[in-house]
């Protein structure tokens, strides 16, 4: 017969697999200098630099349609309409705050994605600017989401490198395409 296992045991197989599941959560989250995420916004965010990562796509599609939602619109109502979420666009210096009111920094080099602990929160306050702000300058006015999401699902795989995403997004984001 088969010795079940004593309670210390099962105890201590327990704490053993939840600070080895921690463990692997936490590496999975930091770099090897510990605490500092993993990818920068702006990076290619791929192991195979022949690929451009969906997440790179469709941030750059929803940073160049938040740009002309504000410069169709009223830029006070788009960060107004985005939350506190629109917060965390402006500590990370995607929308900056001037004279002249907001605008988008399309500039990756200007970001500050220290102050956002995870590239997944900067997504967030972009996805909730595009499903709480509409596109009205193209043929039909939509949420911002679902340009988004049909730009990916036309062209979310087409092309091969950065800049002829950049180029695509641009023609789309003019209603070009």
């Known amino acids: 017969m088969e010795h079940p296992l004593s309670h210390r045991e099962r105890r ?87 004279e002249d009111g907001y605008r988008v920094e399309l500039d990756k080099d200007e970001w500050d994605p220290a102050a956002v602990t995870f590239t997944t929160h900067l997504d967030a306050a972009l996805a909730e600017a595009m499903s709480s702000n509409e596109v009205t300058w193209c043929e039909e006015t939509v949420p911002g989401d679902e340009f988004v999401r049909s730009y990916l699902d036309e062209y979310g795989e087409a092309f091969d490198t950065e800049e002829e995403y950049v180029e695509s997004i641009e023609g789309y984001v003019d209603c070009q395409s």
């Open 12 to 98: 201590a197989t327990a704490l053993l697999t939840a600070a080895a599941t921690a463990c692997l959560v936490l590496a999975a989250c930091t770099s090897e200098e510990g605490g500092e995420p993993t990818e920068a916004p702006g990076a290619v965010e791929s192991a195979s630099p022949d690929v451009v990562p969906r997440t790179w796509v469709e941030r750059e599609v929803r940073v160049r349609t938040l740009d002309r939602m504000m410069a169709e619109g009223d830029p006070q109502e788009v960060m107004d309409n985005t939350g506190d979420l629109g917060d965390r666009l402006v500590e990370t210096r995607i929308v900056q705050e001037g």
